[in-house]
């Protein structure tokens, strides 16, 4: 159904789409960028991140059937299917394979930029593409694609809302990184004692620090096995986490929720020991080893054989142990094989000097705080992405018209 006042059109009908030049460019270590289906992303054109560059006489070759201005858009017709990027720069760039371009004629291209982003018209770029994002889709489909649009003043004020929204997630991204590389040199100083805390009279730790290993902190242990036939239970007495559950919303730190739960029974059974709570649990083994992942158990809990723990030692306050095992990348310890694991012997004898847990615990406290600040701010940049999808639900569609002064 076409709001009140909206046209449909073919995309044809209101922007001029133009291929790129179908051959393998040569390329050269520096020059101009070549922009790629794996280069573009939603936003304004990327001409950093792409590493083929060709020279100004094969620019010139590839580019002398259009010209390109600010405010066309970039369309990827390969891998990410239908993704596009609008270009803020006269920078010259080369369009590589499986790249259009499109160039509004009577439209304004902010909007057809936020059109293209839509569900429906998403849906059936998919649909077109054969049903996958990582297919292709036709040139002679992509002009034939039917949109909806409002009058010219109304396109515009839908794309200055919208693009308000882009804004105000452009600066929480940038915010957020901000503090994500602020927490990397927080752990990169406080971890390794370059810089001291005060204790708690106000006096800076002054200490030497334990040389030792990692095992003197934590003892290391695998999992168990689970047997099929005792898993799917949504209660129980003891949750029996697997790997994926670090996945679950909550679970980003510590293991709030568990998919499978057992009896204090079955595990006997299965003899299934849980490990303590304020343990440390991440995968040992396979693609999710080297995802970094750890988190910290809130209740004795039994972890499955793909899994270890570190269960904290005397010597070891939890929240400072949970920050060095993030700090360190276990691809170092991976074994040679086809599937990628650790054993607790490498990670144990690993090498390290670290403070008396007074001094940890102030660590911790800093490093948990700048935490806190990161998950704040990861939690309002999903909460304006998803109210920004909900406007452009009702904005894209007609369903919430705005006003044109």
Not at 138 to 149: E, G, Q, T
Request: with cysteine.
């Amino acid at each position: 159904m076409v709001p009140n006042g909206w046209k449909k059109e073919s995309l044809s009908d209101v922007t001029t789409v133009i291929d790129c030049k179908h051959r393998t460019p040569i390329y050269v270590e520096a020059g101009i960028p070549l922009v790629s289906p794996g280069t573009i992303k939603w936003g304004a054109l990327d001409l950093v991140s792409p590493v083929k560059r060709v020279s100004k006489d094969e620019y010139e070759s590839l580019m002398d059937h259009c010209t390109i201005d600010t405010g066309d858009l970039v369309m990827s017709r390969n891998q990410s299917v239908g993704i596009a990027s609008y270009v803020e720069t006269d920078e010259p760039f080369v369009l590589g394979q499986d790249t259009v371009l499109i160039k509004p004629k009577k439209v304004d291209s902010k909007f057809v930029f936020y059109k293209l982003q839509s569900e429906v018209v998403q849906r059936s770029i998919i649909k077109l593409a054969g049903g996958s994002t990582f297919s292709r889709i036709n040139l002679a489909d992509i002009r034939k694609l039917k949109l909806n649009f409002p009058p010219l003043p109304e396109q515009k004020k839908i794309a200055q809302i919208l693009s308000t929204w882009d804004k105000a997630i452009t600066t929480t991204e940038q915010l957020l990184s901000n503090s994500q590389q602020q927490k990397k040199a927080l752990m990169q100083q406080l971890l390794t004692g370059k810089k001291r805390l005060l204790d708690k009279n106000g006096v800076r730790f002054s200490g030497e620090w334990i040389h030792g290993r990692l095992g003197d902190l934590c003892a290391f242990k695998g999992g168990s096995a689970f047997k099929e036939v005792y898993q799917g239970q949504s209660m129980g007495e003891l949750p029996f986490i697997k790997v994926s559950d670090m996945n679950l919303p909550g679970n980003e730190r510590s293991i709030e929720y568990s998919n499978n739960w057992v009896s204090f029974e079955t595990a006997k059974l299965m003899k299934a020991k849980p490990f303590p709570e304020s343990s440390i649990v991440f995968a040992k083994v396979g693609a999710a080893l080297l995802l970094n992942r750890r988190r910290i158990l809130s209740r004795p809990t039994i972890i499955d054989n793909n899994m270890m723990a570190a269960v904290p030692s005397n010597a070891a306050d939890t929240e400072f142990l949970y920050q060095l095992l993030m700090a360190i990348d276990f691809a170092r310890f991976v074994q040679e094989g086809a599937v990628p694991s650790i054993n607790q012997g490498d990670l144990s004898s690993f090498k390290l000097s670290y403070p008396v847990v007074e001094e940890q615990q102030k660590i911790a406290a800093v490093l948990s705080t700048a935490d806190q600040e990161i998950s704040a701010l990861q939690q309002k940049l999903e909460t304006l992405k998803q109210e920004k999808k909900s406007l452009m639900q009702q904005l894209l569609t007609g369903k919430r018209r705005v006003l044109v002064s």
